[in-house]
T-cell receptor
């Protein structure tokens, strides 16, 4: 099964700034996914990232707020833009093998 | 759309007790079903899965059987340990797109 790493593991950011989260997989995968887990809540899918095409966003999530890159079959980034305290969450990367998840990025916005 | 309903906790058990966490689903077609576990301060780990009706997924003493007739995938373990204390999520993936729909999670606490 695929092993997934994420950077950073956690960060504390100021309101209005942006943070880019990286997801690296140890094998080539077709589909990568980004999820959000708000404090004490379940996981919600933000978008699906396929290599060579635009990401597909779920209802309630937009590209301007959560731009995603997928430059190759083992890597993806999610940017959380113009952050507010409501963006404080764990952001998790997943792939279509398993499906397995990365360890998550714990984001706190002050 | 697809949905997952799971028993809301918290669930508190004594060590060596029997565990059941109920999970039912609504989906078109024949989804794949999953249980994930999240230990305190950690990410999600795939615990077990089943991809077709009557399949039984098992791992680390946990089991769940895909019941199409009752649209259920209940998680069971015969004897829980303190180390099983975690949040458990039931999830489904419809079709071949591997997008997961999650239940709300069940917090399990096992006391010595």
């Amino acid at each position: 099964s695929a092993v997934i790493s994420q950077k950073p593991s956690r960060d504390i950011c100021q309101r209005g700034t942006s943070l880019t989260i990286q997801c690296q997989v140890d094998s080539q995968v077709t589909m990568m996914f980004w999820y959000r887990q708000q404090p004490g809540q379940s996981l919600t899918l933000i978008a699906t990232a396929n290599q060579g095409s635009e990401a597909t966003y779920e209802s309630g999530f937009v590209i301007d707020k959560f731009p995603i890159s997928r430059p190759n079959l083992t890597f993806s980034t999610l940017t959380v833009s113009n952050m507010s305290p409501e963006d404080s969450s764990i952001y998790l990367c997943s792939v279509d093998l398993g499906p397995n998840f990365g360890p998550g990025t714990r984001l706190t916005v002050l | 759309g697809d949905s997952v309903t799971q028993m809301e906790g918290p669930v508190t058990l004594s060590e060596e007790a029997f565990l059941t966490i109920n999970c039912t689903y609504t989906a078109t077609g024949y989804p794949s079903l999953f249980w994930y576990v999240q230990y305190p301060g950690e990410g999600l780990q795939l615990l077990l899965k089943a991809t077709k009706a009557d399949d039984k997924g098992s791992n680390k003493g946990f089991e769940a059987t895909y019941r199409k007739e009752t649209t259920s995938f209940h998680l069971e373990k015969g004897s829980v340990q303190v180390s099983d204390s975690a949040v458990y999520f039931c999830a489904l993936s419809g079709g071949s797109n591997y997008k997961l729909t999650f239940g709300k999670g069940t917090l399990l606490t096992v006391n010595p």
